[in-house]
């Protein structure tokens, strides 16, 4: 079976690659943009095949899609940090929606009908009131960011091309997911780097945070792309499906569950920068449909999450310790790879 994989080298790019290549039978395609490498799939890549590719280049996504003729195409290439659509909307809606758009016209033109799982997010029902908990697919769609207005426009259009053109497309709504790899730009990963860098002497004792009352559900990385698979395997085509754990964190609980797993004692401080002009307070999910359809439920705890992020941070940041620079005071850290200074 031939797996593309768009947005490979990302956070879950990587995992699902694992998943895939340990589970066997596969033959994992990926596609990277040459400005978007990370190290997440170094030691992957001997086993897999990678193109270059702009996913917002219609002919090169073709060219692609012509030479690996997938079986089935997991479609996670986007610009997935919602604080970064406020600064760049445009950019935001034109990858997500444009990439997404480029992707099934050349499945369209190429004239093959693979299976396809279009990566959708739980931050497509935005507003939600609390007789609306847990949140189910039939829940209204009131996004509140650039980012989560894209997602929309991905799920629908997956919707549409499934009706009119009766592709095998699936639709999922993952809930907030995480562990280790998880970029640095994402609360629970920048507060497990923040607190490694503590650890090793090179940040000042404080923990930098944004809003700490927002509630969201989180789950394991890995327990998210074994759900992917099950859809693409299992799913009806055309339809929706929310992958959650159904309990909720707030980002507060977040913060606690890390100080709990580390000795050093660590000044908490909300950062202004760190705040969003709109935020989403709660989303709590139901994944009771998929789980019916596919027996499919969250199997790793969210402390042991937390816990394997955290680790992740202090042998990374460990392994390049002599190479760290430190700004003293509140100024930034700047790790290798950081494309700006963080506070």
């Known amino acids: 079976m031939r797996v593309l994989i768009t947005g490979i080298t990302g956070f879950v790019g990587s995992h699902l690659t694992e998943f895939l290549l340990d589970r066997g039978g596969v033959e994992v395609f990926g596609i990277e943009r040459w400005r978007s490498k990370t190290d997440n799939i170094e030691h992957l890549r001997s086993r897999i095949t990678m193109y270059e590719c702009d996913m917002r280049d219609a002919s090169s996504v073709r060219q692609v899609i012509a030479a690996v003729k997938p079986d089935r195409i ?53 507003l939600a009131y609390e007789h609306e908990l847990p949140i189910k697919e039939t829940n209204p769609l009131r996004p509140l960011s650039p ?35 998880r970029g640095d730009v994402f ?32 789950s394991d ?77 969250t199997e790793i705890p969210f402390p042991k999450t937390l816990e394997d992020l955290l680790n992740y941070w202090r042998a990374k940041i460990k392994a390049i310790n002599g190479e760290v620079s430190w700004v003293t005071g509140t100024g930034p850290v700047r790790l290798p790879g950081d494309a700006e200074p963080r506070p």
């Open 147 to 181: 980012y989560a207005v894209s997602k929309v426009a991905q799920d629908l259009l997956g919707f549409q091309y499934a009706q009119s053109y009766k592709m095998h497309i699936i639709r999922t709504r993952a809930f907030n997911h995480s562990g280790p790899r």
């Open 221 to 297: 990385v890995r327990d998210i792309v074994r759900g992917y698979w099950l859809a693409l395997e299992h799913g009806e085509p055309g339809e929706v499906y929310n992958l959650c754990s159904g309990k909720d964190y707030a980002i507060q609980e977040i913060v606690d569950i890390l100080l709990s797993l580390t000795s050093k004692e660590i000044q908490v401080k909300v950062d202004p920068r760190r705040l969003r002009p709109s935020d989403v307070l709660l989303l709590r999910g139901d994944s009771t449909k998929f789980s019916q359809r596919t027996g499919w439920r």
């Open 74 to 126: 997991v479609h996670l290439a986007a610009q997935s940090f919602v604080p970064m659509s406020w600064s760049a909307p445009s950019e935001t809606m034109v990858t997500n929606t444009v990439g997404q758009l480029n992707v099934l016209e050349a499945v369209r033109e190429v004239g093959i009908a693979p299976r396809i799982l279009i990566a959708g997010s739980s931050e497509e029902y935005g």
């Open 187 to 218: 609360a629970s990963s920048n507060f497990s780097k923040q607190i490694a860098l503590i650890e090793a002497g090179l940040q000042e004792p404080i923990l930098h945070v944004g809003n700490l009352d927002a509630r969201r559900d989180y």
